[in-house]
């Protein structure tokens, strides 16, 4: 099974401050099969970013995905408000295809 | 807009079993293969099973092997997750989602998972 492991646990920003979330796995998943989600209080998940770097469909420019391998970053260029929220990253290189813990991005 | 609604989700106690199902509307869903994700309460997200679009190909995680069955009836748009020998560490939300990517005969090759359904809740307990 891939563990997924995404850090900071808790990232305290500002709006207009960038921020940068990661996610490590625990063996190689190449770049085409990891995934980016964000998730608000009491909603389902929404993806953001797919294969990596994609991003999906009426998502903001202000996010992007980068990474390849074990390593994927994903960047949130200038916070807006309804930016704070929960990110998790999930792999699909290998069944399980298994969820990082989450990122907690909460306002400073 | 494309619409994703589960149901079925209650209370049942510990060995008990329950059907959720999916429907599915406003896209081609034979087209796509399909998940199931939950997220126990308080907790993060946990992917249970996903289905090919044409439904010969399933995977699981190790946790649901032999107590939970996905499927799909394509003619009614709906997906199904048969949860059996429910335990008390089953109980959550649980999401459908529609996949992007593709499988062949033999291996499917997704890219994550585009649209959600709002959730419907399992709780297991005596």
């Known amino acids: 099974e891939i563990v997924l492991r995404q850090s900071p646990g808790t990232l305290s920003l500002s709006p207009g401050e960038r921020a940068t979330l990661s996610c490590r796995a625990s063996q190689s998943i190449g770049s085409s099969y990891l995934a980016w989600y964000q998730q608000k209080p009491g909603q389902a998940p929404r993806l953001l970013i797919y294969?990596?770097?994609s991003r999906a469909t009426g998502i903001p420019d202000r996010f992007s995905g980068s990474g390849s391998g074990t390593d994927f970053t994903l960047t949130i260029s200038r916070l807006e408000p309804e930016d704070f929220a929960v990110y998790y990253c999930?792999?699909?290189?290998?069944?399980?295809?298994?969820f990082g813990q989450g990122t907690k991005l909460e306002i400073k | 807009e494309l619409q994703l609604l589960e149901s079925g989700g209650g209370l049942v106690p510990p060995g008990g079993s329950l059907r959720l199902s999916c429907g599915a509307s406003?896209?081609?869903?034979?087209?796509?293969?399909m998940t199931w994700v939950r997220q126990a309460p308080g907790k993060g997200l946990e992917w249970v099973s996903t289905i090919s679009g044409s439904g010969a190909l399933t995977y699981d995680t190790d946790s649901v092997k032999g107590r939970f069955i996905i499927s799909r009836d394509n003619s009614k748009k709906t997906l199904f997750l048969q949860m059996n020998s429910l335990r008390v560490e089953d109980t959550a939300v649980y999401y459908c989602?529609?996949?992007?990517?593709?499988?062949?005969?033999?291996?499917?090759?997704?890219?994550?998972?585009?649209?959600w359904g709002q959730g419907t809740a399992v709780t297991v307990s005596s």
């Open positions: 999930q792999q699909y290189g290998s069944s399980p295809y298994t």
């Open positions: 989602a529609k996949a992007l990517g593709y499988c062949t005969s033999t291996n499917c090759h997704l890219w994550g998972m585009d649209d």
């Open positions: 294969s990596a770097s």
């Open positions: 406003k896209f081609t869903f034979s087209n796509y293969a």
